[in-house]
Structure formats: structure tokens, C-alpha cells
Nanobody, 125 residues
């Protein structure tokens, strides 16, 4: 059974940085793609970034491009989201998710089969 556990959230001032981590376990992930999503209060869950486990190709939402970096460590089965130049509008619960390696870049919630429990990121102005 696949398990995804996020960590690293917290409170940070605008302009600051945080690094989120996602520990993946339960199966071999080489054929998967991993994503980060976020959900602010009263809003729908939205795509943030995606990385192919094998090869490491990445894709970002326009709202975070140039500020956030997704990466993975194959040996440790970890996925990271480095968030720089944080803004108050980045405040949300951030979720790690896994999808079974579609032939295209998956950006929709329903395209991901497994989800973590989420970690809160709060950016103060």
C-alpha cells in the first residue's frame, strides 16, 4: 500500500523560504510521477508542480514558476518542494500526490491515485 507523508510546513514571513518533504513508501516508484498540490481555505485544490520519478523532468504552475523547485531523491524515496520568495497568497495546505506515470503531465486532482495528509504553510505579510 502506498503511503505519502508530508513534512516541513510552518509559519514564515513574506519573502522567506520553506522546504517541504514527502516520504513515499509501499512500492517501487520508478514509473510514477509525483505532484504537489495546495488548497487554501474556501478554494479548490490546485496543482503546484510535478516531477517524473525516473528522469526528473519537471513542470510548474505559472503562479509558482521561478520561485518553487520540485526535486526528488530516488535512493531515499523522497520528493521535495523548495519554496522561495513566499507570498501571503501561497498560504495553503500543501499535499504530496502520486500518479501512475501517464504519458502526459498530470495537473488535475483526479489524475493522482495516492495522496498524503497535507502540511500547513502560512505566509504572513
Amino acid at each position: 500500500q502506498v503511503q505519502l507523508v508530508e513534512s516541513g510546513g510552518g509559519l514564515v514571513q513574506a519573502g522567506g523560504s520553506l522546504r517541504l518533504s514527502c516520504a513515499a513508501s509501499g512500492r517501487t516508484f520508478s514509473s510514477y510521477a509525483m505532484g504537489w498540490f495546495r488548497q487554501a481555505p474556501g478554494k479548490e485544490r490546485e496543482f503546484v508542480a510535478n516531477i517524473r520519478w525516473s528522469g526528473g523532468s519537471t513542470y510548474y504552475a505559472d503562479s509558482v514558476k521561478g520561485r518553487f523547485t520540485i526535486s526528488n531523491d530516488n535512493a531515499k524515496n523522497m520528493v521535495y518542494l523548495q519554496m522561495n520568495s513566499l507570498k501571503p497568497e501561497d498560504t495553503a495546505v500543501y499535499y504530496c500526490a502520486a500518479e501512475l506515470g501517464r504519458a502526459y503531465i498530470a495537473t488535475r486532482v483526479y489524475e493522482y491515485e495516492y495522496w498524503g495528509q497535507g502540511t500547513q504553510v502560512t505566509v504572513s505579510s
